[in-house]
């Protein structure tokens, strides 16, 4: 399905009801959008509830939006459609986590429509016609507003499309003037109001030509445009290379709960299928250390590599490393002093 007058119409109609039930709630109607205090802060899960992911590596949590920041041609369409073809049950999971089943998708296809079409015809097959047909709603060019101006106009598309998923593509089209605050604010809003109706909002977008360094973006503060954008997702993840790229880098800059990565991503551009080229195995480097063992500052640089990790980057290894070793995996030996890096050991296991 694609845009017509008539669906313009629609949405408009739609957008005008909601706007118009907005203005007419009455006080006695408030008490229904209140939780009490207690629910809101004890009952909450373990770890996120995942659209996808697993345990506590979580990429996309439920009712938090996610978004895929990445120059042009570098592979966020082509990963949006692998989470698409998973929300409808076609794949189990997508860079080798698992994502969940939806019941419908719309895709908003404002951002170069016949360069998506043709990434996603490389993932699907005749037979999965019927599925397509029944499950997945496109929306091809600008939307029939500016979706930051028109903050209810997203969720009323969707509400049309009778969607529980929304992908983005890209937000630069939903949104004119990203880099002015109140335009954040306003898609920040138009965002929300659909999380609020039940809908799960992935985003793509684009970082800036350079990072705040000069080199890879690999910050938030390296996604284009107003800091609103960025403060109300729940999860960014950034891919970075160059147009075309066969292996591209992935890194988690905000998340939901553990950080994921940073590994590459190998594109088979004929099938339309990423994977993960490789992680970085802790096992193997505490494995290789000997005698020596493992610091956190010998793990970052492995990490991230880079011969001088920040101090961050180091509190990130060594949150990795406890991790295994709360798990029972490694041991820790703490050095003579306060200041002396802790090293790390595999931990032996006793033949039963």
Same mark, same amino acid.
């Given at each position: 399905?694609?845009?017509?007058?008539?669906?313009?119409?629609?949405?408009?109609?739609?957008?005008?009801?909601?706007?118009?039930?907005?203005?007419?709630?009455?006080?006695?109607?408030?008490?229904?959008?209140?939780?009490?205090?207690?629910?809101?802060?004890?009952?909450?899960?373990?770890?996120?509830?995942?659209?996808?992911?697993?345990?506590?590596?979580?990429?996309?949590?439920?009712?938090?939006?996610?978004?895929?920041?990445?120059?042009?041609?570098?592979?966020?369409?082509?990963?949006?459609?692998?989470?698409?073809?998973?929300?409808?049950?076609?794949?189990?999971?997508?860079?080798?986590?698992?994502?969940?089943?939806?019941?419908?998708?719309?895709?908003?296809?404002?951002?170069?429509?016949?360069?998506?079409?043709?990434?996603?015809?490389?993932?699907?097959?005749?037979?999965?016609?019927?599925?397509?047909?029944?499950?997945?709603?496109?929306?091809?060019?600008?939307?029939?507003?500016?979706?930051?101006?028109?903050?209810?106009?997203?969720? !009323?598309?969707?509400?049309?499309?009778?969607?529980?998923?929304?992908?983005?593509?890209?937000?630069?089209?939903?949104?004119?003037?990203?880099?002015?605050?109140?335009?954040?604010?306003?898609?920040?809003?138009?965002?929300?109001?659909?999380?609020? !109706?039940?809908?799960?909002?992935?985003?793509?977008?684009?970082?800036?030509?350079?990072?705040?360094?000069?080199?890879?973006?690999?910050?938030?503060?390296?996604?284009?445009?107003?800091?609103?954008?960025?403060?109300?997702?729940?999860?960014?993840?950034?891919?970075?290379?160059?147009?075309?790229?066969?292996?591209?880098?992935?890194?988690?800059?905000?998340?939901?709960?553990?950080?994921?990565?940073?590994?590459?991503?190998?594109?088979?551009?004929?099938?339309?299928?990423?994977?993960?080229?490789?992680?970085?195995?802790?096992?193997?480097?505490?494995?290789?250390?000997?005698?020596?063992?493992?610091?956190?500052?010998?793990?970052?640089?492995?990490?991230?590599?880079?011969?001088?990790?920040?101090?961050?980057?180091?509190?990130?290894?060594?949150?990795?490393?406890?991790?295994?070793?709360?798990?029972?995996?490694?041991?820790?030996?703490?050095?003579?002093?306060?200041?002396?890096?802790?090293?790390?050991?595999?931990?032996?296991?006793?033949?039963?």
């Amino acid at each position: 399905m694609t845009n017509n007058p008539e669906w313009a119409d629609d949405v408009k109609g739609d957008s005008d009801a909601h706007a118009e039930a907005e203005s007419n709630d009455q006080s006695d109607d408030l008490p229904k959008a209140f939780v009490s205090g207690g629910s809101f802060v004890l009952d909450v899960p373990d770890t996120p509830p995942a659209i996808w992911g697993a345990g506590g590596d979580v990429l996309w949590a439920e009712g938090e939006s996610l978004i895929i920041a990445a120059p042009q041609g570098v592979g966020k369409t082509t990963v949006a459609f692998q989470l698409v073809r998973a929300r409808l049950g076609l794949q189990n999971e997508v860079l080798g986590l698992p994502v969940t089943k939806g019941e419908r998708v719309l895709y908003l296809a404002m951002d170069r429509p016949a360069q998506a079409q043709r990434a996603a015809n490389r993932l699907f097959t005749k037979d999965s016609r019927e599925v397509l047909d029944e499950n997945l709603v496109v929306w091809k060019g600008p939307p029939p507003f500016d979706l930051a101006k028109r903050t209810d106009v997203l969720a !009323a598309m969707c509400e049309r499309a009778k969607a529980d998923t929304v992908i983005v593509d890209s937000l630069k089209d939903a949104a004119i003037g990203l880099s002015e605050d109140p335009v954040g604010a306003g898609w920040n809003r138009a965002r929300q109001r659909a999380l609020a !109706a039940g809908v799960q909002v992935l985003e793509l977008h684009h970082n800036r030509k350079a990072g705040t360094n000069g080199g890879e973006p690999n910050t938030i503060a390296d996604v284009y445009g107003s800091v609103w954008i960025t403060s109300g997702s729940g999860s960014i993840i950034s891919l970075y290379g160059e147009p075309g790229d066969p292996v591209v880098s992935f890194r988690h800059l905000k998340q939901p709960m553990n950080e994921v990565g940073p590994f590459r991503v190998v594109h088979d551009h004929p099938t339309g299928i990423s994977s993960v080229q490789h992680t970085t195995d802790l096992f193997d480097l505490v494995r290789s250390g000997g005698p020596e063992g493992l610091t956190a500052r010998r793990a970052a640089e492995s990490l991230f590599d880079t011969s001088k990790p920040s101090a961050a980057q180091v509190e990130k290894a060594r949150r990795k490393l406890e991790t295994l070793r709360e798990a029972g995996h490694l041991i820790r030996h703490d050095g003579p002093t306060k200041t002396s890096p802790a090293t790390y050991y595999l931990q032996l296991r006793q033949a039963s």
